[in-house]
């Protein structure tokens, strides 16, 4: 059996990936041959030749990827915070600009925290946050069935793994009463709600894949915003921390919004790794 250059298999990868328009088709090329191989990406280098089953495995994959179905649906999980998280259809998949919200949250608290994750999707920022702050107490709440069931599978792996377990709620963020037992006793609320605008044009990965009701939020992109806005004033206790993510439009309308609250203070919007607006943050009084 004739072994193939491992490097000439992903550079193909890369030109067909380029040619179906995908925005990072070295790096998915790359990712798609580490997960093929069972091996971390940094370690593609180490591997120079490989078996025909291994370069036809990738070509396949690479044929579905051509499709623009997510790279991670292909794979199977997502990664955040430290975590490598099982997604798939039918729940939003984390984004990697997600990380600087979730590091800023975490600054703000330390020993035992009580937390909340609202919207929380696949589990990912409630868990990362677990992860991290093994003393604190978290809740998260997700109204999407089929995205509760993600995230009960990835609370299940992480508690496997040793993590603390978190505590999920089936409720809508949007309706009165939302976890009113917590009113006034939370350290910290984090958000990656529904924020793109209604119309907005979106990469057939969001369109076709992402549930529309997790991206999508009305006319503005800010109708779940608004209510979250609300309910994190109603949950926080004085000196707790609030940080939601937003659309790009969206740095001074989410700040605004916040910054209307007469009990949150110390309102700042902070940008994504490319320097677009990208989470608000506050302080309750």
């Not at 292909?74 to 979730?102: N, S």
């Not at 978190?166 to 958000?191: K, M, N, Q």
Request: glycine share 8%; hydrophobic share 45%; aromatic share 2%.
């Amino acid at each position: 059996m004739t072994r193939h250059p491992l490097r000439l298999a992903v550079l193909e990868a890369e030109r067909l990936l380029a040619a179906a328009g995908v925005d990072s088709p070295r790096a998915d090329a790359e990712l798609l041959a580490a997960h093929v191989l069972g091996v971390e990406r940094s370690r593609l280098p180490l591997i120079p030749l490989v078996d025909p089953p291994v370069v036809d495995a990738l070509h396949h994959l690479v044929r579905e990827r051509v499709t623009r179905i997510p790279l991670q649906h292909i794979t199977g999980w997502a990664h955040l915070g430290g975590l490598d998280l099982d997604v798939g259809p039918g729940v939003f998949v984390p984004r990697p600009e997600t990380e600087l919200l979730l590091e800023w949250a975490l600054s703000t608290v330390s020993g035992s925290p009580l937390v909340v994750d609202l919207c929380t999707g696949s589990g990912a920022l409630a868990l990362a946050v677990a992860h991290r702050l093994p003393g604190a107490t978290v809740h998260a709440v997700e109204r999407d069935p089929v995205a509760l069931a993600w995230a009960r599978r990835n609370s299940d792996l992480r508690v496997e793994a040793g993590d603390t377990p978190i505590r999920l709620h089936s409720g809508d963020v949007t309706a009165p009463g939302v976890l009113s037992d917590l009113e006034g006793a939370v350290d910290l609320v984090v958000c990656n709600p529904p924020y793109v605008p209604e119309g907005t044009e979106v990469q057939p990965e969001v369109a076709d894949h992402d549930p529309h009701d997790a991206v999508f939020s009305g006319a503005d992109g800010l109708d779940v915003i608004r209510h979250v806005v609300s309910l994190a004033a109603r949950l926080l206790k004085p000196g707790g921390h609030v940080a939601i993510e937003h659309d790009d439009t969206h740095g001074e309308s989410v700040p605004a919004l916040l910054a209307a609250r007469r009990v949150l203070t110390d309102v700042q919007d902070h940008p994504d790794l490319a320097g677009r607006p990208r989470f608000a943050t506050a302080r309750r009084t």
